[in-house]
């Protein structure tokens, strides 16, 4: 009886093992142990979109600072109707704006850092003003008091130039007096007693004695 025919069988098998071998050993992958499932590789997905790395954002201009000096401003409208006078001190400002009869205004706020003020008073009254031509040596800008508009410029004042006010009751009386003395000596003022405005008379500078009167008038800060 011949057994040819297992013989065969098991020849044939080592051969198919052997070419398995070679293929494997050929292409670099190892071969699946029987009954494992492989997972397939991922392939990228035409015209899926990539992650860009992170950019760092540019940082934000820091805006222009202007060196605000304390100092004061005085001088007359441009029309030549009134005088205005600005004290700057630690980034304050106060402004008094006066017609030496019977219209005046005082008016404050904060300095911008860029040199800019935006003043407010009593009844709605404004003031804005900003250094001429990035110089602080000289105020320009509007006023708004009482309904009109007037524009000025204003130079740094050098004593005994400046702006002075004086508030005290006298003999049962409420007298408030505001000066504005001008570079060449002119001085600018209203004196108000128990609410009457009237024409300031003239101070002493030196020592802020106002002539015809108990008081006593002094530099005005903020």
């Known amino acids: 009886m011949k057994r040819s025919g297992p013989l065969f069988t098991l020849l044939a098998g080592l051969l198919l093992a052997l070419v398995l071998l070679t293929l494997n050993a050929t292409t670099g992958e190892k071969p699946t142990p029987a009954g494992e499932q492989v997972s397939p590789k991922p392939t990228p997905t035409a015209g899926a979109p990539t992650s860009a790395p992170p950019t760092s954002e540019a940082p934000s201009p820091t805006p222009s600072k202007t060196q605000v000096p304390d100092a004061q401003y005085a001088g007359r409208t441009d029309d030549d109707s009134s005088a205005i006078a600005v ?3 630690d980034g304050k400002a106060i402004a008094y704006f006066c017609d030496g009869r ?3 205004s005082w008016l404050k706020g904060d300095v911008a ?3 800019s003020m935006k003043l407010t008073g009593k009844n709605g009254d404004t003031l804005d003003a900003a250094y001429a031509s990035s110089k602080t040596d000289r105020l320009t800008g509007k006023a708004s008091v ?4 007037f524009s000025f410029t204003l130079k740094q004042a ?3 130039s400046g702006l002075y006010r004086a508030t005290q009751t006298v003999r049962g009386a409420r007298l408030d007096g505001g000066w504005i003395v001008l570079s060449n000596g002119d001085q600018v003022g209203i004196l108000t007693r128990d609410g009457v405005r009237e ?3 003239e101070i002493d500078p030196a020592d802020g004695s106002v002539t015809g009167e108990e008081l006593t008038a002094e530099p005005v800060v903020p």
């Open 146 to 149: 009482g309904k009109k508009t």
């Open 113 to 115: 850092d860029d040199g």
């Open 199 to 201: 024409p300031a008379p």
């Open 87 to 89: 004290t700057v001190r």
């Open 102 to 104: 019977n219209r005046e």
């Open 158 to 160: 050098k004593k005994p």
